[in-house]
């Protein structure tokens, strides 16, 4: 089984300004996929980013990075030059190769961004 | 391209009637279709989830129940609502089964209150 931690308290951050958020995870899946969503208030849940377990790069999408340190199990995210457009709880997920393809989620960060 | 319409956005309904949220993918054949719930301030639950017509597989044990018509139809049900139902139902798809790689999609989300 998946588990995924977050455990920021909510996070202000100042227009144009960049965020880190924090993701831990445990698996014993050899491979897996790591995601990123984000969910404004409006409740849509939104995909921003993928990385792979056996990826070497980190990913990339834009103004969204993906810090993956494998032995650590991390896969924290990096939102660069903050946009108020941005204030929504960001969920981190995985999905194992093995089982029933569920993807589990975090409990999710709260990012207000501040102009 | 790909879309997801979930429907109603928001639903009132009291204690012991029934339920029927509908959800439809269009743009790909034989995705994989799965039901969360979100309470209120938390991560997301899986509910269930699909791999075809026919075919449910149940996450969580409760008063709700899951059905596939079609294959790209996706429903879930209740026969009576309890107040412990209320929450914000999300509808998601991806590709088929044995991709780690592929993101859920999400439908908009109904948003049911029991009374």
């Known amino acids: 089984a998946q588990k995924i931690t977050q455990t920021q308290p909510g996070m202000f951050v100042q227009e144009k300004e960049a965020v880190t958020l924090d993701c831990t995870y445990d698996t014993s899946d050899p491979s897996y996929g790591l995601f990123w969503y984000k969910q404004p208030s409006s409740g849509e849940m939104i995909f921003l980013i993928y990385?792979?377990?056996?990826?070497?790069q980190n990913a990339t999408e834009g103004r969204y990075s993906l810090n993956f340190q494998k032995a650590r199990k991390s896969a924290n995210l990096v939102i660069s030059a903050s946009q108020l457009g941005d204030s929504a709880m960001y969920f981190c997920?995985?999905?194992?190769?093995?089982?029933?393809?569920?993807?589990?989620f975090g409990k999710g960060n709260q990012v207000v961004v501040i102009p | 391209s790909q879309t997801i319409h979930q429907w109603p956005a928001t639903l009132v309904q009291p204690v012991g009637s029934p339920l029927s949220l509908e959800c439809t993918v269009e743009g790909t054949s034989n995705p994989n279709l799965y039901w969360y719930r979100q309470a209120a301030g938390r991560g997301l639950q899986l509910l269930f989830y699909s791999v075809g017509i026919g075919q449910i597989s149940s996450e969580v044990p409760q008063n709700l129940s899951a059905s596939r018509p079609q294959d790209r139809q996706f429903i879930l049900s209740s026969k009576k609502l309890l107040l412990s139902d209320s929450g914000f139902y999300l509808c998601?798809?991806?590709?088929?089964?044995?991709?780690?790689?592929?993101?859920?999609?999400f439908g908009n989300g109904t948003r049911l209150t029991v009374t």
């Open positions: 998601a798809w991806s590709v088929l089964s044995g991709t780690y790689n592929s993101p859920l999609h």
């Open positions: 990385q792979g377990s056996y990826d070497q």
């Open positions: 997920a995985m999905r194992g190769s093995y089982g029933n393809n569920r993807l589990a």
